[in-house]
């Protein structure tokens, strides 16, 4: 089955520090893989994607994430947490169904707390 | 360029009422998708309409739940009769080339 984890329901780091949000993927063929960031009452927002080329792929608001393929990961990582970084992470990915058309499957969610 | 609108933004009903979400995509984006989002996980695809046609509606509780886009631009989403566990926040979101998606505000209902 395809699916999407997010092991971490919740992610605590004091501002300043380096923060890594966990991802791991379950799909055939592939991926196409999304991080998106939903603040209170908002809607989700995009922050980065991984399609092709380089396993290290630079997003919004200094965020970037690493794909690896061997261990079927797409951890979200910052070198500096803010305290305004903290919100809700999702982590998602494309899949195709007949048709040829696409969908994203998102995983629960991980709430990212950065404190001062 | 505008975002996606979304309205209302909050609703409150009670159960085996009926309720109706509206959603304006980004100009041009021929893709739009109206999604269940439930408090604490993440967000459930309920249907996928590429222009007018729906490509998508597998997860769409066809009993209750209802959704149209005439014209290819708007949308509505309605529920009918409520149960007390639709209570979610129901997102729209809208997508240019099916790769990328951008979400509206979403709106939250609350079904007492």
């Known amino acids: 089955a395809q699916s999407v984890a997010q092991p971490e329901d919740q992610v605590n780091v004091a501002e300043g520090n380096p923060l890594t949000v966990k991802c791991t993927y379950s799909?055939?063929?592939?991926?196409?893989l999304f991080w998106y960031v939903q603040y209170p009452n908002r809607g989700l927002q995009f922050l980065l994607k991984?399609?092709?080329?380089?396993?290290l792929v630079k997003g919004s608001y200094g965020f970037e994430a690493e794909f690896n393929k061997s261990q079927t990961s797409f951890h979200l990582k910052k070198p500096s947490a803010l305290v305004s970084d903290s919100a809700l992470y999702f982590c998602?990915?494309?899949?195709?169904?007949?048709?040829?058309?696409?969908?994203?499957?998102f995983g629960a969610g991980t709430r990212l707390a950065v404190h001062p | 360029e505008a975002g996606v609108a979304q309205s209302p933004r909050y609703k409150i009903i009670e159960k085996r009422q009926s309720v109706a979400f509206w959603c304006n995509p980004i100009?041009?984006?021929?893709?739009l998708y109206w999604y269940q989002q439930i408090l604490g996980q993440g967000p459930k695809l309920l249907i996928q309409?590429?222009?007018?046609?729906?490509?998508?509606d597998s997860q769409l509780p066809k009993d209750r739940f209802s959704a149209e886009r005439l014209k290819g631009v708007d949308s509505t989403l309605k529920i009918q009769p409520a149960k007390l566990e639709d209570s979610a926040v129901y997102l729209c979101?809208?997508?240019?080339?099916?790769?990328?998606?951008?979400f509206g505000p979403g709106t939250r209902l609350t079904v007492t």
């Open positions: 979101a809208s997508s240019l080339d099916g790769i990328e998606q951008y």
């Open positions: 799909v055939s063929g592939n991926p196409y």
């Open positions: 991984y399609i092709t080329g380089d396993n």
């Open positions: 998602a990915v494309r899949v195709r169904f007949s048709g040829g058309y696409n969908k994203l499957i």
């Open positions: 100009s041009g984006h021929a893709t």
């Open positions: 309409f590429q222009n007018n046609g729906v490509v998508d």
